[in-house]
């Protein structure tokens, strides 16, 4: 973490030198400028502070402590947009973290505002929240599973059972529709937002309808031990575990523990290059670790965190990270991030969730 505190601290420089505009995105190693953000623009703004309020968690100074809450602040106002559900990856990403290790009770008026942002694009006859908007259907996709979170800790904050309902129906539907017989996940499910129904189920970033993008295996990991958290509804506890085993069989080896791009290009694509993705990886390790918490035999706790440190060491090695490669130019942790679909979408960058995410497993591994 020391070398995340160094090249934080540099991001955060640049922060402040854009007059608080500068929010990393993602970027080519080989570029020393990251194609960045604003606070209140896309999806990924809230990944920045949260690695931040990963380093303040793990080595806590005042002066990574005022970084963290100078980064989070200017992002509140998003807590008030209705037009996405990404709302919770951006809001807790930063004020979650900020909130469960200061209490200031700021910081949870604006999860709270967020969550009900979000409850906005609920459909009681989907029973899910909108992802994506389209004039075409009701789509729903896998990642969403991760904003839940939002819903469910504010629920708990204040009693309000209504967004606990929310949450507890979109995960439950989404473990019906959104997984296959053998527990690997469609990307996109489409409704038909009058009767409810499933009109089709595809991909937008993995490489086809019927393969396995794994950042979106990774997703459904992670959302499904953060549902069981915070319900211990055993139907979602048993679908983590099913999902990441699923991971597991599906990594390159034994000792190649990070995932291509999607599980089932390598075997079928045409294409002689596939890349691989630091950033399923950095999620799924995050969540082994939290998931080897619930697992109900110590054979399998041990399986999971075992494989989680495999993959985290992986990850930290000169293969994936920044610094094991002279070349590289820019100020980040992890390469080799994927957006998907590829070859459309930027491939081997750095990407500001595989940041988070990898700092967040390291935080969680320490504390074992």
């Known amino acids: 973490m020391r070398y995340a505190s160094v090249q934080y601290s540099i991001l955060y420089n640049e922060f402040v030198d854009s007059q608080g505009t500068f929010y990393p995105s993602y970027g ?10 604003t606070a209140t623009s896309g999806w990924t703004q809230g990944f920045f502070p949260g690695v931040l309020w990963n380093i303040v968690e793990h080595n806590a100074t005042r002066q990574l402590l005022q970084h963290a809450v100078d980064v989070t602040t200017p992002t509140a106002p998003f807590a008030n947009v209705t037009g996405t559900h990404d709302v919770g ?6 004020f979650g973290n900020a909130y469960r290790l200061l209490k200031r009770q700021e910081y949870l008026d604006v999860i709270i505002t967020a969550a009900r942002s979000l409850a906005t694009r609920y459909s009681p006859i989907v029973r899910c929240t909108r992802s994506w908007n389209s004039a075409q259907g009701f789509l729903v996709i896998i990642d969403n599973i991760m904003n839940l979170e939002l819903l469910f800790e504010a629920s708990n904050q204040t009693k309000d059972q209504s967004l ?11 473990m019906y529709e959104h997984f296959r017989d053998d527990n690997s996940t469609y990307h996109v499910v489409e409704y038909n937002e009058t009767d409810g129904s499933v009109i089709r189920k595809y991909t937008a970033q993995g490489y086809a309808d019927w393969s396995t993008w794994s950042r979106g295996q990774s997703w459904a990991v992670h959302g499904f031990t953060i549902a069981y958290r915070y319900t211990k509804y055993q139907p979602f506890l048993d679908k983590a575990i099913s999902a990441a085993n699923y991971v597991l069989t599906h990594l390159p080896n034994s000792t190649d523990v990070i995932p291509y791009w999607d599980y089932d290009a390598i075997h079928n694509s045409t294409l002689t290059y596939q890349p691989r993705d630091t950033s399923a990886a950095a999620i799924f390790a995050s969540a082994l670790v939290e998931l080897s918490e619930y697992a109900p035999t110590s054979d399998m706790k041990n399986k999971f965190l075992e494989n989680a440190k495999a993959i985290v060491n992986e990850l930290s090695s000169a293969t994936y990270m920044i610094y094991g490669n002279k070349e590289y130019k820019l100020y980040a942790l992890l390469a080799n991030g994927t957006q998907g679909p590829y070859p459309k979408n930027p491939y081997d960058v750095s990407l500001a969730y595989g940041d988070y995410y990898l700092t967040q497993a390291v935080v969680r591994l320490a504390k074992l």
């Open 28 to 37: 080519n190693p080989l570029d020393q400028d990251w194609k960045s953000t």
């Open 164 to 174: 606990y309902n929310i949450a507890w129906q979109h995960a439950n539907r989404t």
């Open 89 to 94: 990856f951006v809001i807790m990403s930063g």
